[in-house]
């Protein structure tokens, strides 16, 4: 028996669909997850090992590629040393797991109706995201 396989904590997110990314992310971030504390100045300033907006994007994939028929839940297990999402899916075949962060692919979300009403709803956050964290090059 590994210590780190021991789960910490277990909760349930329920609500509407539309909120309950929000809701996760908040709920992990403030009672599962330490921060790196330091000051500027007189501000105290918290940082994640994992930023806030990447743990929302795997959060929102895994409420978009879900197979909601299963009627099983998607599940978030905090451990010591990760956090492990796992929904009730599969995986394309044409999509090579080792090529994931390296070489661009298509989505195949099981709900596209889903997918297409969290784009338009998180749309504007995205784009102030990734104009907040793009860099220009001169």
């Not at 539309?18 to 000051?39: E, G």
């Not at 501000?43 to 930023?51: D, H, I």
């Not at 796992?86 to 995986?91: D, K, T």
Request: hydrophobic residues 35%.
């Amino acid at each position: 028996h590994n210590k780190s396989d021991d789960i910490i904590y277990h909760d349930e997110v329920h609500g509407p669909l539309m909120l309950q990314a929000d809701k996760v992310v908040d709920l992990v971030y403030t009672k599962y997850l330490k921060a790196l504390v330091s000051y500027d100045g007189l501000q105290r300033v918290e940082t994640y090992l994992t930023p806030k907006e990447a743990f929302r994007e795997i959060v929102l994939n895994a409420i978009n590629h879900k197979l909601y028929e299963t009627g099983n839940p998607i599940q978030i297990s905090v451990y010591e040393d990760r956090i492990v999402v796992f929904n009730q899916g599969y995986w394309p075949e044409d999509i090579d797991l080792t090529d994931l962060y390296t070489k661009k692919h298509s989505s195949y979300p099981h709900n596209p109706n889903i997918a297409k009403a969290f784009f338009k709803l998180f749309e504007s956050s995205y784009q102030r995201y990734f104009k907040r964290h793009t860099f220009s090059r001169r």
